[in-house]
């Protein structure tokens, strides 16, 4: 089992940056590839970044790529998710996601554990 924290949402203007973090504790964290995923009121769940393992590949949704970084740091257990030049349209719940493997998978359904979520809030 692995269990999942998320911390670091709130509201923020347009242009605006926040910093979200993923918080493992359980299993060997370093086994597990982590994904960010969003949901706004009344849509499905929509990828939005992921890291391997060791950290050495990443994957980004079309629409974050250039503004969002995902890394983690295994010494502490944790996923980071830097969002800069945020937009209206970024506003949602963020979770992250493990799933034991080394890749950096971006389907809702690879993943098996799911953190509670934080909300992002962005004002125009």
């Known amino acids: 089992q692995v269990q999942l924290v998320e911390s670091g949402g709130g509201l923020v203007q347009a242009g605006g940056s926040l910093r979200l973090s993923c918080a493992a504790s359980?299993?060997?964290?370093?086994?597990?590839?982590v994904g960010w995923f969003r949901q706004a009121p009344g849509k499905e769940h929509e990828f939005v970044a992921a890291?391997?393992?060791?950290?050495?590949?990443?994957s980004y949704a079309d629409s974050v790529k250039g503004r969002f970084t995902i890394s983690r740091d295994n010494t502490k257990n944790t996923v980071y998710l830097q969002m800069n030049s945020l937009k209206p349209e970024d506003t949602a719940v963020y979770s992250c996601?493990?799933?034991?493997?080394?890749?950096?998978?971006?389907?809702?359904?690879?993943?098996?554990?799911w953190g509670q979520g934080t909300q992002v809030t962005v004002s125009s």
């Open positions: 996601a493990a799933v034991f493997g080394s890749s950096s998978y971006t389907r809702y359904r690879q993943y098996d554990y």
């Open positions: 890291i391997s393992w060791s950290g050495g590949t990443t």
């Open positions: 359980g299993r060997t964290f370093i086994e597990y590839a």
